[in-house]
């Protein structure tokens, strides 16, 4: 059974630092891996999707990286800004599953 | 496009008394999707569909029943409300072909506690 994990839980930054979210997943045989933000109250944006045959993504300050054999991602922000403070959720979709098993998140807060 | 749209946004329950979450898309997405999320946790999957007339269970269906009549509409039916049933509820769904990636589109979601 798939299982996924986002450590820290919670993480507090000053403004400007650039910064890295952890996900890691147990079965390697993935499809995708997606990076999502949720706001606090609001559904979910999806930010990056990697899929699997892919090293990383990169969408404005965002970057995200995926190695299937160590079963990990990362988020990396540059430059953080205060409205960046949110939660930061990845998710893997199994090989033919057309199904996402989600982290527990990693809430966000970036200090002005 | 609305995109994914859900009503109500909140809802209290009694035990004991049931309700209907209802999910709607307008993209001509083939798969739909119901979550739960509770507290400072991530999302599992209760039902999911692949097209109209075809329903399949995800990690969390048991309290919950799903139809799915029409590609646009997947409502999620939540029968003898309980307790352990207070979560935040979102709605998502994707075009999605064999081998083909999965992006995922979200409702704002339904916040509903049973008291």
């Known amino acids: 059974k798939q299982e996924v994990t986002q450590i820290p839980a919670a993480l507090s930054v000053p403004e400007g630092e650039n910064l890295v979210l952890n996900c890691s997943f147990t079965d390697s045989a993935i499809y995708n891996l997606q990076w999502f933000r949720q706001d606090p109250g609001k559904g979910l944006t999806s930010l990056l999707l990697i899929q699997s045959s892919q090293r990383e993504q990169t969408s404005g300050r965002l970057n995200a990286s995926l190695d299937k054999s160590s079963g990990r991602s990362t988020l990396y922000i540059a430059a953080s800004q205060p409205g960046d403070s949110a939660t930061y959720l990845c998710a893997v979709e199994g090989q033919g599953a057309q199904k996402l098993v989600f982290g527990q998140g990693t809430r966000l807060t970036i200090n002005p | 496009n609305a995109g994914v749209t859900q009503t109500p946004k909140f809802r209290i329950l009694k035990i004991g008394q049931s309700m209907t979450l209802q999910c709607a898309q307008d993209?001509?997405?083939?798969?739909m999707y119901w979550y739960r999320q509770d507290p400072g946790m991530g999302l599992k999957l209760i039902y999911y569909s692949v097209g109209a007339g075809i329903t399949d269970k995800g990690e969390v269906p048991n309290g919950y029943n799903v139809s799915r009549s029409t590609t646009e509409d997947f409502p999620l039916r939540l029968e003898l409300a309980a307790p352990s049933q207070t979560s935040v509820y979102f709605c998502?769904?994707?075009?999605?072909?064999?081998?083909?990636?999965?992006?995922?589109?979200f409702g704002p979601g339904t916040r509903l506690t049973v008291l």
């Open positions: 998502a769904s994707s075009y999605s072909l064999v081998f083909s990636y999965n992006e995922q589109f």
């Open positions: 993209m001509n997405h083939n798969y």
